[in-house]
């Protein structure tokens, strides 16, 4: 890791190598050079060229002496906002430090860790000792009393780390093994930023004592002669606590300084990196905002900050759940400052969690081709590549992010995963013991361990690893898996059928061969298409969102009307507004939940609705796709359906509907719902011209066609009300697990089958049949005779 002294020496050494006319300037081809060379192996374009050369011209206007160009100052300030890696370019440039520059170099690092002995310090002592951060070109102490109040604070927080290292409160712990979000702390170089959490005993009377010193060093601070110099002090004990990470007490120095200086976009920042790293997502993104506002109401003067604003605030909205907003900010970041690598990572992460794989693994390679040690970002883009099925390559980064950093827990999980997919148990089984051996008590991992056990025939094994999964948490699937197991241990040995996680052997057969018994027992393909349908409802949580709220937000938002391609008016949305409607929608879900169902969302509905990659959405078909998916009575959810076509520009005010938008609709539900139909119909639906116009209960009867609408939802409907529901002890003759929802009883074998493998066509291969015929049971031994016109309304 770089020093501020080592920095500086290495920035001055690039300088030097490239002010050819040594006048202190690199003028515009001397940095045109300094880019192409520090990047061997990017073909840059002229105008890529100019483009980044206008940027640094314009953002570092400040440091531009005449025709000499940018300074060292200059460049030294770019490194510092992160434009560039300064080791990385260093070394790219085949630089060395001389022993005398080297000597210096470490004088500085020596004396800016070094601990206060005496009261009575020096200016030169000062200056040396005191923190990186206090003595960088823009983050200079202005006033001779601040450094005052800055030594002070510095010996009462060796006092207070003393007594508590004395008493064993202290805590360091190393945060290597897990992935780096990419934060950017501060204004400065990453470099500067502690790699160790801190943790501090706050509940003791040395805390007590140590935050009424602090009191009266911030009381001291607001007493100074002007508002500007008591703003530099409460800035200045900020940055001291911040760096010490005592978070809370730095807040309320920042938000101090803010009130001395509400236009100042530096405490605004620093007040939004304390309460994120407090958890308080939604202030930290506030305060971003406001930082935001400052800086591009401020002109040039702030330009500087504006990708390390943009990062933040995309952090910040990570952690609401608001990945498609977070996605704005670090590409406004990214083309701001082209370089910067942290931004695009980010931005490959986001792209990864919200499912567009392709682009997430193209933001990921520029960023590790920029710093090709980033570890997390070898191993976002192989899980990436994974998704897009790219499975070797995707091992080799996996292993290149492992060989970076032994230790990265996410990096050995998911290769983990990797090979359980690929079926190779073993080597997942050492993943996931080289997890366990960071982090004992994830017990995820100790659970897929003893998956991949199980999957390699190591039964003893795995029945041991799952015992040791339950000492750390007693979560139903630890359950359902030791059923599972020992379901499989009644049984003889049978050869596996390519089944994974220990499934038993089994034989498909064609659709055509499975009968139904009676006229309620559900079709297998109707099942297989409503199950994912299902799936998607649990994931979304829309199962769980009341479809009246789709009405309620088609009154209350308002929604300019735009159009489309083909002239038609829409109201049309960007994604990240819609991501914001459906945050109202499913409020009731954890951060982290509700970007699951975003991610959802967007690779099966909006994939669909934005055909053309515009990244706008009618937001007309958007609710009346989600309709009849919610929560409601199946009535309501087609009425809503019909309201939100309504309520499109081209059929507002009236109690009718066009049949073109009606024929869409029921092409666009098949196409996300049933893709086996839905893609070729919908190519059918472009350039229809019918004029006419279709009623509520015409509407209807399309909707509920079963071969042409979308039929499928009576099946829908039947496992919404079922799918808990339990059969005893009765297990699946292919699976093993335990029968929950219907169970399928074949009437001549007898045997039964779960709704998962009824939908797949697997039978047990000592039933060799020319035909099957199945009756469906909802609950015991009730057979299904029931339909759903007597469902009662909630």
Same mark, same amino acid.
């Given at each position: 890791?770089?020093?501020?002294?080592?920095?500086?020496?290495?920035?001055?050494?690039?300088?030097? =190598?490239?002010?050819?006319?040594?006048?202190?300037?690199?003028?515009?081809?001397?940095?045109?050079?300094?880019?192409?060379?520090?990047?061997?192996?990017?073909?840059?374009?002229?105008?890529?060229?100019?483009?980044?050369?206008?940027?640094?011209?314009?953002?570092?206007?400040?440091?531009?002496?005449?025709?000499?160009?940018?300074?060292?100052?200059?460049?030294?300030?770019?490194?510092?906002?992160?434009?560039?890696?300064?080791?990385?370019? /260093?070394?790219?440039?085949?630089?060395?430090?001389?022993?005398?520059?080297?000597?210096?170099?470490?004088?500085v690092?020596?004396?800016?860790?070094?601990?206060?002995?005496?009261?009575?310090?020096?200016?030169?002592?000062?200056?040396?000792?005191?923190?990186?951060?206090?003595?960088?070109?823009?983050?200079?102490?202005?006033?001779?009393?601040?450094?005052?109040?800055?030594?002070?604070?510095?010996?009462?927080?060796?006092? !207070?780390?003393?007594? @508590?290292?004395?008493?064993?409160?202290?805590?360091?712990?190393?945060?290597?093994?897990?992935?780096?979000?990419?934060?950017?702390r501060?204004?400065?170089p990453?470099?500067?930023?502690?790699?160790k959490?801190?943790?501090?005993?706050?509940?003791?009377?040395?805390?007590?004592?140590?935050? %009424?010193?602090?009191?009266?060093?911030?009381?001291?601070?607001?007493?100074?002669?002007s508002?500007?110099?008591?703003?530099?002090?409460?800035?200045?004990?900020g940055?001291?606590?911040?760096?010490h990470?005592?978070?809370?007490?730095?807040?309320?120095?920042? *938000?101090?300084?803010?009130?001395?200086?509400?236009?100042?976009?530096?405490? &605004?920042?620093?007040?939004g990196?304390?309460?994120? +790293?407090?958890?308080?997502?939604?202030?930290? *993104?506030?305060?971003?905002?406001?930082?935001?506002?400052?800086?591009?109401?401020?002109?040039?003067?702030?330009?500087?900050?504006?990708? =390390?604003?943009?990062?933040?605030?995309?952090i910040?909205?990570?952690?609401?759940?608001?990945?498609?907003?977070?996605?704005?900010?670090?590409?406004?970041?990214?083309?701001?400052?082209?370089? &910067?690598?942290?931004?695009?990572?980010?931005?490959?992460?986001?792209?990864?969690?919200?499912?567009?794989?392709?682009?997430a693994?193209?933001?990921?390679?520029?960023?590790?081709f920029?710093?090709?040690?980033?570890?997390?970002?070898?191993?976002?883009?192989?899980?990436? !590549?994974?998704?897009?099925?790219?499975?070797?390559?995707?091992?080799?980064?996996?292993?290149?992010?492992?060989?970076?950093?032994?230790? &990265?827990?996410?990096?050995?999980?998911?290769?983990?995963?990797?090979?359980?997919?690929?079926?190779?148990? @073993?080597?997942?089984?050492e993943?996931?013991?080289?997890?366990?051996?960071?982090?004992?008590?994830?017990?995820?991992?100790?659970?897929?361990?003893?998956v991949?056990?199980?999957?390699?025939?190591?039964t003893?094994?795995a029945?041991?690893?799952?015992?040791?999964?339950? *000492?750390?948490?007693?979560?139903?699937?630890? &359950?359902?898996?030791?059923?599972?197991? %020992? @379901?499989?241990?009644?049984?003889?040995?049978?050869?596996?059928?390519?089944?994974?996680?220990?499934?038993?052997?089994?034989?498909?057969?064609?659709?055509?061969?499975?009968?139904?018994?009676?006229?309620?027992?559900?079709?297998?393909?109707?099942?297989?298409?409503?199950?994912?349908?299902?799936?998607?409802q649990?994931?979304?949580?829309?199962?769980?969102?009341?479809?009246?709220?789709?009405?309620?937000?088609?009154?209350?938002?308002?929604?300019?009307?735009?159009?489309?391609?083909?002239?038609?008016?829409? *109201?049309?949305?960007?994604?990240?507004?819609?991501?914001e409607?459906?945050?109202?929608?499913?409020?009731?879900?954890?951060?982290?939940? /509700?970007?699951?169902?975003?991610?959802?969302?967007?690779?099966?509905?909006?994939?669909?609705?934005?055909?053309?990659?515009?990244?706008?959405?009618?937001?007309?078909?958007?609710?009346?796709?989600?309709?009849?998916?919610?929560?409601?009575?199946?009535?309501?959810?087609?009425?809503?359906?019909?309201?939100?076509?309504?309520?499109?520009?081209?059929?507002?005010?009236?109690?009718q509907i066009? %049949?073109?938008d009606?024929?869409?609709?029921?092409?666009?539900?098949?196409?996300?719902?049933?893709?086996?139909?839905?893609?070729?119909?919908? !190519?059918?639906?472009?350039?229809?011209?019918?004029?006419?116009? +279709?009623?509520?209960?015409?509407?209807?009867?399309?909707?509920?066609?079963?071969?042409?609408? /979308?039929?499928?939802?009576?099946?829908?409907?039947?496992?919404?009300?079922?799918?808990?529901?339990?059969?005893?002890?009765?297990?699946?003759?292919?699976?093993?697990?335990?029968?929950?929802?219907?169970?399928?009883?074949?009437?001549?074998?007898? /045997?039964?089958?779960?709704?998962?493998c009824?939908?797949e066509?697997?039978?047990?291969?000592?039933?060799?049949?020319?035909?099957?015929?199945?009756?469906?049971?909802?609950?015991?031994?009730?057979?299904?005779?029931?339909?759903?016109?007597?469902?009662?309304?909630?």
């Amino acid at each position: 890791m770089a020093t501020r002294g080592s920095r500086s020496e290495k920035v001055k050494r690039i300088f030097q =190598q490239f002010d050819n006319n040594r006048d202190g300037g690199l003028n515009r081809d001397e940095m045109a050079a300094l880019v192409v060379a520090v990047n061997p192996r990017v073909k840059f374009s002229d105008e890529q060229i100019n483009a980044i050369l206008d940027e640094v011209f314009r953002t570092y206007g400040e440091f531009i002496d005449g025709e000499r160009g940018l300074t060292y100052d200059g460049l030294l300030r770019t490194y510092d906002d992160g434009a560039g890696d300064v080791d990385r370019d /260093f070394d790219a440039l085949g630089l060395e430090l001389n022993p005398d520059e080297a000597k210096g170099a470490s004088i500085v690092s020596e004396a800016s860790s070094s601990s206060i002995a005496d009261e009575k310090i020096t200016e030169s002592q000062r200056k040396q000792r005191t923190a990186a951060w206090a003595v960088s070109p823009h983050h200079d102490i202005v006033f001779d009393d601040t450094w005052k109040l800055v030594d002070e604070l510095d010996i009462l927080l060796k006092r !207070l780390k003393s007594k @508590q290292a004395k008493d064993g409160k202290f805590k360091n712990d190393n945060f290597d093994a897990y992935s780096d979000a990419g934060w950017s702390r501060e204004l400065g170089p990453s470099a500067e930023l502690s790699e160790k959490r801190v943790y501090w005993e706050e509940s003791g009377p040395d805390y007590a004592i140590f935050v %009424k010193e602090l009191g009266a060093l911030r009381s001291r601070a607001d007493g100074a002669r002007s508002r500007e110099e008591a703003f530099d002090g409460q800035m200045a004990i900020g940055r001291v606590l911040y760096e010490h990470q005592l978070f809370k007490e730095a807040l309320i120095s920042f *938000k101090r300084s803010c009130e001395l200086q509400p236009t100042d976009v530096r405490p &605004h920042f620093r007040a939004g990196n304390c309460l994120y +790293v407090l958890g308080k997502c939604k202030e930290a *993104k506030d305060e971003f905002l406001l930082a935001l506002e400052s800086a591009e109401a401020g002109g040039n003067q702030w330009g500087y900050l504006l990708p =390390q604003i943009y990062v933040n605030l995309g952090i910040a909205l990570e952690g609401e759940g608001m990945v498609l907003s977070a996605c704005e900010y670090y590409r406004e970041a990214a083309i701001l400052c082209p370089t &910067h690598f942290r931004a695009l990572k980010l931005l490959g992460s986001a792209l990864f969690g919200v499912g567009e794989y392709r682009a997430a693994a193209k933001a990921l390679e520029e960023a590790i081709f920029m710093k090709p040690d980033y570890a997390d970002a070898h191993c976002d883009l192989a899980s990436a !590549l994974h998704a897009l099925g790219e499975d070797e390559r995707a091992i080799e980064v996996f292993q290149k992010a492992i060989d970076l950093n032994p230790g &990265h827990v996410d990096a050995l999980y998911n290769l983990g995963g990797l090979y359980m997919d690929l079926g190779r148990f @073993q080597r997942a089984c050492e993943m996931y013991t080289r997890v366990l051996a960071v982090w004992p008590n994830h017990w995820r991992a100790q659970l897929n361990k003893a998956v991949s056990l199980l999957g390699a025939g190591e039964t003893e094994e795995a029945k041991k690893a799952l015992k040791e999964a339950l *000492k750390m948490t007693n979560r139903v699937e630890l &359950h359902d898996a030791i059923y599972h197991m %020992k @379901q499989l241990q009644k049984k003889k040995k049978v050869k596996s059928n390519g089944g994974a996680n220990g499934e038993g052997a089994f034989v498909v057969v064609e659709p055509s061969k499975f009968k139904t018994v009676g006229d309620t027992t559900t079709l297998r393909q109707d099942l297989g298409n409503a199950i994912q349908i299902r799936a998607f409802q649990r994931i979304t949580r829309l199962s769980r969102c009341d479809v009246d709220l789709l009405k309620k937000e088609m009154s209350e938002t308002d929604v300019p009307v735009s159009y489309s391609g083909g002239g038609v008016p829409q *109201k049309s949305i960007r994604k990240p507004n819609l991501e914001e409607i459906l945050r109202r929608l499913l409020r009731f879900l954890k951060p982290e939940t /509700f970007q699951g169902a975003v991610k959802a969302i967007n690779e099966r509905i909006l994939s669909v609705l934005d055909e053309t990659g515009s990244g706008r959405v009618d937001l007309g078909m958007f609710y009346a796709v989600l309709a009849p998916i919610c929560n409601g009575h199946p009535d309501k959810r087609k009425r809503i359906a019909f309201d939100a076509l309504l309520w499109q520009p081209v059929n507002e005010g009236s109690s009718q509907i066009r %049949k073109v938008d009606a024929v869409r609709y029921i092409k666009l539900l098949r196409a996300i719902h049933v893709p086996s139909h839905g893609i070729s119909e919908m !190519l059918e639906v472009h350039g229809e011209t019918d004029s006419s116009m +279709v009623s509520f209960s015409e509407f209807l009867a399309m909707f509920d066609d079963p071969d042409w609408g /979308f039929g499928i939802m009576s099946t829908l409907l039947k496992l919404e009300t079922g799918d808990r529901n339990r059969h005893g002890r009765q297990v699946c003759s292919v699976c093993r697990y335990p029968v929950i929802g219907s169970r399928f009883k074949e009437v001549k074998s007898r /045997f039964s089958l779960c709704n998962q493998c009824y939908s797949e066509g697997k039978v047990p291969p000592s039933f060799k049949q020319d035909e099957y015929k199945f009756k469906e049971y909802g609950s015991e031994d009730k057979c299904i005779c029931f339909t759903f016109q007597s469902h009662k309304a909630p």
